[in-house]
């Protein structure tokens, strides 16, 4: 009567695909998303290089090659928002009282987004790097790290997006997204060695910033770009990344699920 | 198509469910036998939806149990969703896919194979003749296309039983009418469809038996010729001139059936005619004698308010914003 594992696994992964499928149509059909998720990481990434990159002083040759791997993560890390947002809308627009009443796999709506949404954040990593590249900026190291640098920012994303679609499955409203979105994230990615060194911050706020494991992420990109090694803090990126995965996806899964 | 469980297509008992301090379901007990169309009918905050919600898996009853094809709400609700369609009462369409798109990935997810889904997906749209707009996104649609797509959606894993929660409102007559048919055609073969509505006159067409909802509880059960019988026949509606009248007016017309109903807003006195059309004549007599000036009389088929004023004595008014309330009632 109930289909084996294997069937089971094998739905689950095509309803994923379709799911995949179905959130790219929607990037592709609302240019709108495009051009949220694109516009503001290049003008941070203008404002920050012409503006105020002249008063920030860093220990790497220019600034652009400072910030451009911290904005990159930022980005990477807002693309998270996105998620939890679309999830939101989802549930807002009715669709997902859909999804939950067929016999699809549940993790397919969260899995599915995500995969989507790391495509969209790989295809933001090659757009900066090639307007970064206009201005000024250059890889520092190998091929390898040179690929490892945006690699490090999408991969650590990935999580941070399941815990966001996490909270917005289970606040359900486009607005508190929002909210939550800003008042979260931006401090997060702000106290941390994203846009200036740590040791410029307040002495009472630099434990902070190096206790975040956004600053983590943040210092082996820039490391992988300039082309030095990252030591530890690789290791500590990938254990924040599969820790946080470990709780974040099936905390979505689960308040996706639930029926009240 | 069928899961081979045996037993009734829907078993509801003593279903119950709270959202806080909102009764919303105050036990409610329910048997729909395969292969009819079951009519749920009640007004604004009765429980239509959450019942529907909760036999579809949606939600969790807070006490009591229910089965669909023998398999249960709570415990089975995977394998359920195989057996089950639903258009629930909010529309739910992906509006950057095309009308076609829509039905594939929900077929898809039914797990159809691609040139299956393809083609349940076409057939859907002819039926629901939505052709024109097939390859549109649905945000183009009308808020009638999108709901007989939402319609379509429900049906593209050939359920053996349907909920359809107000399926009909928005449509024009047009397309509420191809609706019905398309019901009609489903109960023909053999699909079991639960539907909720506000209209009796709906309920009256399609459903071979309905249940009568109100505050959380089914009032009353049977097919639509019963519901009417115990109305008493038609219902005679009196407008008076005269305000002051209208209490007169219902003496009078109590002579005539029981109950009769003011509205004071309208000032209309209405009361089932149980002694048969052909008292009007008396009743004109009667409410002239009394000096009672009359601006308006007709006589028509009970109306869902009839039912309800009868089964409940009072009016099927809108769902009261006071929540507290309705939870002591
Ligand atoms: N999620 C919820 N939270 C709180 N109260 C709810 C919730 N869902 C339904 N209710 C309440 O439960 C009662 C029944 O609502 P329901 O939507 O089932 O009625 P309905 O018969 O479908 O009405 P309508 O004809 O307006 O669609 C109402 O009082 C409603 O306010
Ligand atoms: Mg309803």
């Known amino acids: 009567m109930n289909p084996s594992l294997m069937t089971r696994v094998r739905w689950g992964v095509a309803d994923t695909l379709v799911m995949v499928g179905r959130n790219l149509l929607r990037y592709v059909r609302l240019p709108e998303n495009i051009v949220n998720i694109t516009v503001s990481p290049i003008m941070f990434l203008l404002l920050f290089t012409y503006v105020l990159g002249g008063a920030i002083r860093t220990s790497t040759p220019d600034y652009i090659t400072f910030v451009l791997p911290g904005i990159l993560v930022q980005t990477l890390l807002f693309g998270g928002f996105g998620t939890a947002l679309g ?55 190998s091929v390898l790290q040179s690929i490892g640098s945006p690699a490090v920012g999408i991969l650590f994303a990935l999580p941070a997006a399941a815990i966001f679609a996490a909270v917005g499955l289970t606040v359900r409203s486009v607005e508190a997204v929002n909210v939550i979105g800003f008042t979260l994230i931006f401090p997060i990615t702000f106290v941390s060695s994203a846009f200036v060194p740590v040791e410029s911050m307040p002495g009472w706020l630099q434990p902070v910033a190096e206790a975040n494991p956004f600053t983590l992420a943040a210092n082996v990109s820039r490391a992988l770009a300039l082309g030095q090694d990252p030591g530890g803090d690789l290791v500590g990126v990938l254990i924040w990344t599969a820790g946080l995965a470990a709780v974040g996806v099936p905390l979505a899964v689960r308040a996706y699920g639930r029926r009240n | 198509m069928t899961t081979g469980t045996a037993g009734p297509a829907i078993l509801v008992r003593g279903l119950t469910k709270s959202f806080g301090n909102v009764v919303a379901l105050r036990g409610v007990d329910l048997e729909v036998e395969r292969g009819v169309v079951f009519g749920l009918l009640g ?20 006490s009591g149990s229910a089965t669909i094809v023998g398999l249960d709400v709570v415990r089975d609700a995977s394998r359920l969703r195989r057996a089950i369609g639903v258009a629930g009462q909010s529309v739910a369409v992906d509006d950057q896919l095309t009308g076609l798109e829509n039905l594939e990935v929900v077929g898809r997810f039914h797990h159809l194979g691609g040139a299956e889904a393809k083609r ?5 749209i ?10 549109r996104r649905a945000v183009t649609y009308s808020g009638g296309m999108r709901r007989r797509l939402d319609v379509a959606a429900s049906l593209v894993g050939e359920p053996e039983v349907l909920f359809l929660d107000e ?11 191809s609706l019905w048919v398309a019901i009609e055609e489903l109960a023909r073969s053999g699909t079991t469809v639960l539907l909720t509505t506000q209209y009796l006159e709906e ?68 009361v089932p005619m149980s002694a048969g059309a052909g008292a009007i004549a008396e009743v004109v007599r009667a409410l002239d004698a009394g000096d009672i000036a009359v601006s308006n009389l007709t006589l028509h088929q009970p109306s869902l308010d009839d039912v309800f004023f009868a089964l409940t004595g009072h009016a099927s008014e809108a769902e009261t914003p006071d929540a507290g309330e309705r939870g002591e009632k």
């Open chain 2, 203 to 270: 309920a009256d067409r399609l459903a071979s038996r309905i249940a009568v909802v109100d505050h959380g509880q089914v009032i009353a059960e049977g097919t639509a010729a019963e519901l009417k019988g115990r109305v008493g026949g038609s219902v005679l509606v009196v407008q008076v001139a005269d305000r002051s009248r209208l209490d007169a007016a219902r003496e009078v017309l109590g002579r005539y059936g029981a109950n009769p109903h003011v509205d004071e807003s309208t000032l209309d006195v209405s």
């Open chain 2, 167 to 177: 399926p009909t409102t928005g449509l024009d007559p047009r397309s509420r009418l």
């Open chain 2, 120 to 124: 349940r997906a076409r057939a859907l």
């Open chain 2, 126 to 135: 002819e039926r629901f003749d939505l052709v024109e707009a097939a390859g």
């Open chain 1, 87 to 141: 999830l939101a809308q989802d549930v807002q627009s009715g669709l997902f009282d859909r999804y939950r009443s067929l016999p699809m796999a549940r993790s397919a709506v969260i899995v599915g987004r995500l995969i989507a949404d790391l495509l969209a954040n790989i295809f933001v990593a090659v757009l900066m790097i090639s307007i970064g590249t206009l201005i000024g900026f250059r890889f520092g190291g």
């Open chain 2, 43 to 62: 007004p604004n905050g009765a429980g239509k939806t959450t019942l529907v919600r909760i036999l579809t898996t949606l939600q969790r009853p807070t």
